[in-house]
């Protein structure tokens, strides 16, 4: 079995395993929305000053604390997956891109220098490809550790999510039976927010127009004849 090649596949396989870690939190995260959702919905709509009994609900309250805790638990265990409490995990790679050309440079001259001594199956490429592999082992060890502690909180947050729906299951049946035995009334303020409205309502109505003005004065000299006014026509006949 050709070792190199097998840490380098299994290098790989442990920078999938991280990324596949990081992107599985994004299931438990929605469900812990959905969680708090359904808190908030039945704390609020839960009728405590009549339940039927300080028993009922000093039960719903208990059950609703043991749920938050459960979810507080949840959330402390998807940081520490994801960041480590915004710590943040310490992944291990290759040096630069242009490693391997470094390690040409630097064991040429050993290589050189003693390569007489060497056994006859040593050559400059085995000697750069047992550094590489020292490499992929250091990475190895560090990436492993770090990737079974994601995935180790990963599934205690799991379990906790878990412990949150039962609980909230629980707390679901007490008010279930809450509101259908003890229905709580709400009373709902209805504000009206059109203000041009309200203003044209509180109004007077605006006076009319002034009338017409009448006619000007008709003037008279006294060195005229006054002319007849003209008979108006006859109405018709209807």
């Known amino acids: 079995m050709n070792k190199f090649e097998f840490k380098k596949d299994w290098f790989y396989k442990e920078e999938e395993r991280k990324d596949?870690?990081?992107?599985?939190?994004?299931?438990?995260?929605?469900?812990?929305?959905?969680?708090?959702?359904?808190?908030?919905?039945?704390?609020?709509?839960?009728?405590?000053?009549n339940c039927g009994g300080n028993i009922l609900k000093f039960l719903f309250i208990t059950i609703i604390l043991f749920t938050s805790i459960f979810w507080l638990a949840s959330i402390y265990?998807?940081?520490?997956?994801?960041?480590?409490?915004?710590?943040?995990?310490?992944?291990?790679?290759?040096?630069?891109?242009?490693f391997i050309e470094d390690e040409y440079n630097n064991l040429e001259t050993y290589y050189n220098t003693y390569k007489d001594s060497l056994a006859p199956n040593i050559t400059l490429d085995s000697l750069v490809e047992d550094n590489i592999e020292i490499i992929l082992t250091n990475c190895l060890d560090t990436n492993i550790f770090n990737n079974d502690r994601k995935s180790a909180y990963l599934h205690d947050a799991k379990i906790q999510i878990l412990n949150c729906i039962?609980?909230?299951?629980?707390?679901?049946?007490?008010?279930?039976?809450?509101?259908?035995?003890h229905e709580k009334n709400e009373t709902h303020?209805?504000?009206?927010?059109?203000?041009?409205?309200?203003?044209?309502?509180?109004?007077?109505?605006?006076?009319?127009?002034?009338?017409?003005?009448?006619?000007?004065?008709?003037e008279i000299r006294e060195n005229q004849q006054p002319t007849p006014r003209p008979t108006p026509p006859p109405r018709p006949r209807q």
Do not use: C, W
Not at 21 to 46: H, M, Q, S, V
Not at 77 to 98: E, I, T
């Open 189 to 218: 303020r209805i504000l009206i927010t059109n203000k041009d409205y309200m203003r044209n309502e509180r109004q007077t109505p605006s006076p009319p127009p002034p009338p017409p003005r009448p006619q000007e004065p008709r």
């Open 166 to 181: 039962l609980s909230l299951f629980v707390a679901s049946i007490f008010y279930t039976f809450n509101y259908i035995y």
């Open 77 to 98: 265990y998807l940081l520490r997956s994801y960041n480590n409490l915004y710590d943040g995990y310490k992944y291990k790679a290759f040096p630069s891109a242009h």
């Open 20 to 49: 596949t870690l990081n992107n599985t939190l994004n299931i438990p995260i929605g469900i812990l929305t959905a969680i708090i959702a359904g808190l908030y919905f039945i704390i609020t709509k839960f009728n405590y000053e």
